[in-house]
């Protein structure tokens, strides 16, 4: 079900928590506040779910929107996902030519999901 997640971040020299709320159609409710690193490396360690889902963020500006796309590696390491914030749902945005398949209300795709079935490309069976 689409409830609340509460999400501990790594990224190089800074750490964040982050909330989510629970979707209303597209759309999530997000808070994220910076937290320490000594103490984000605790929380993974402690209490966040195995196995923890690696990934490198990258920043790509297209037309008037900015794009976060995601390179997943462990178990997930051949998936990619791009995600756009939008101001609205309604909000007409132009689409990248890179662009793939729209996910976004599959829940395989999530997080939490990626954690405990992996999309990655098995050299043993995909085709």
Same mark, same amino acid.
């Given at each position: 079900?689409? *409830?609340?997640?509460?999400?501990?971040?790594?990224?190089?020299?800074?750490?964040?928590?982050?909330?989510?709320?629970?979707?209303? *159609?597209?759309?999530? =409710?997000?808070?994220?506040?910076?937290?320490?690193?000594?103490?984000?490396?605790?929380?993974?360690?402690?209490?966040?779910?195995?196995?923890?889902?690696?990934?490198?963020?990258?920043?790509?500006?297209?037309?008037?929107?900015?794009?976060?796309?995601?390179?997943?590696? *462990?178990?997930?390491?051949?998936?990619?996902?791009?995600?756009?914030?939008? %101001?609205? =749902?309604?909000?007409?945005?132009?689409?990248? =030519?890179?662009? *793939?398949?729209?996910?976004?209300?599959?829940?395989?795709?999530?997080? %939490?999901?990626?954690?405990?079935?992996?999309?990655?490309?098995?050299?043993?069976? %995909?085709?």
């Amino acid at each position: 079900g689409h *409830g609340v997640t509460v999400r501990i971040r790594r990224a190089g020299p800074q750490a964040y928590v982050t909330i989510k709320g629970k979707a209303v *159609g597209p759309a999530r =409710p997000e808070y994220e506040y910076q937290i320490p690193v000594a103490e984000a490396e605790e929380l993974l360690q402690t209490m966040c779910r195995r196995p923890l889902i690696e990934k490198t963020r990258h920043e790509i500006q297209h037309a008037e929107h900015l794009w976060h796309v995601d390179e997943f590696g *462990g178990r997930n390491t051949g998936l990619v996902l791009a995600e756009v914030e939008l %101001s609205n =749902p309604e909000e007409e945005f132009e689409r990248p =030519p890179w662009l *793939g398949v729209e996910v976004t209300l599959d829940e395989r795709y999530r997080n %939490s999901a990626l954690a405990e079935v992996p999309m990655g490309r098995d050299p043993a069976t %995909s085709r």
